[in-house]
Protein backbone atom coordinates (compact mmCIF):
# COMPACT_ATOMS: atom_id res chain seq x y z
CA UNK A 1 0.00 0.00 0.00
CA UNK A 2 1.13 3.94 -0.91
CA UNK A 3 2.26 5.80 2.09
CA UNK A 4 -0.92 8.01 2.91
CA UNK A 5 -3.31 4.44 1.92
CA UNK A 6 -3.42 3.04 5.16
CA UNK A 7 -6.49 3.32 7.21
CA UNK A 8 -6.72 6.78 9.80
CA UNK A 9 -7.65 6.19 13.38
CA UNK A 10 -9.30 9.15 15.03
CA UNK A 11 -8.08 8.78 18.28
CA UNK A 12 -10.52 11.25 19.63
CA UNK A 13 -13.02 8.63 18.73
CA UNK A 14 -11.21 5.35 19.39
CA UNK A 15 -12.53 3.92 22.97
CA UNK A 16 -9.69 1.00 22.66
CA UNK A 17 -11.85 -1.84 22.43
CA UNK A 18 -9.33 -3.64 19.87
CA UNK A 19 -11.92 -5.46 17.41
CA UNK A 20 -10.55 -3.99 14.49
CA UNK A 21 -6.96 -5.68 15.85
CA UNK A 22 -9.36 -8.88 15.59
CA UNK A 23 -10.29 -8.42 11.97
CA UNK A 24 -6.32 -7.10 10.95
CA UNK A 25 -5.53 -10.17 8.57
CA UNK A 26 -1.81 -8.66 7.89
CA UNK A 27 -1.21 -7.74 11.86
CA UNK A 28 -0.75 -3.60 11.17
CA UNK A 29 -2.73 -2.79 14.30
CA UNK A 30 -1.81 -2.89 17.94
CA UNK A 31 -2.89 -1.40 21.24
CA UNK A 32 -0.90 1.49 22.61
CA UNK A 33 -3.04 2.26 26.01
CA UNK A 34 -6.22 2.77 24.94
CA UNK A 35 -5.93 3.55 21.31
CA UNK A 36 -5.29 1.21 18.23
CA UNK A 37 -1.98 2.52 16.06
CA UNK A 38 -1.02 0.93 12.71
CA UNK A 39 2.69 -0.15 13.32
CA UNK A 40 4.71 2.10 10.67
CA UNK A 41 6.80 -0.77 10.10
CA UNK A 42 3.97 -2.78 8.99
CA UNK A 43 2.11 -1.02 7.32
CA UNK A 44 3.54 -2.41 4.36
CA UNK A 45 1.26 -5.63 5.19
CA UNK A 46 -1.82 -3.67 4.55
CA UNK A 47 -2.47 -4.22 0.97
CA UNK A 48 -5.49 -6.36 0.58
CA UNK A 49 -7.40 -2.87 1.35
CA UNK A 50 -9.75 -5.19 3.53
CA UNK A 51 -11.98 -2.31 5.14
CA UNK A 52 -12.46 -4.81 8.08
CA UNK A 53 -11.17 -2.56 10.36
CA UNK A 54 -13.14 0.10 9.51
CA UNK A 55 -16.22 -1.85 9.22
CA UNK A 56 -15.89 -3.68 12.57
CA UNK A 57 -15.14 -0.01 14.52
CA UNK A 58 -18.53 0.24 16.78
CA UNK A 59 -16.99 4.33 17.44
CA UNK A 60 -16.16 4.94 13.70
CA UNK A 61 -13.15 5.61 14.52
CA UNK A 62 -11.52 4.58 11.94
CA UNK A 63 -11.62 5.43 8.07
CA UNK A 64 -10.20 4.17 4.79
CA UNK A 65 -9.28 7.08 2.56
CA UNK A 66 -8.78 4.56 -0.59
CA UNK A 67 -10.84 4.13 -3.04
CA UNK A 68 -11.84 0.75 -4.47
CA UNK A 69 -12.91 0.94 -8.06
CA UNK A 70 -14.41 -2.31 -9.88
CA UNK A 71 -14.02 -2.31 -13.52
CA UNK A 72 -15.99 -4.50 -16.21
Known amino acids: MESGKTPVIDKNKCDGCGLCITVCSCNSLVLKGDTAVYIKKDCSNCTRWCN ?16 IIVED
Open 52 to 67: NCEMVCPCNAISCPFE
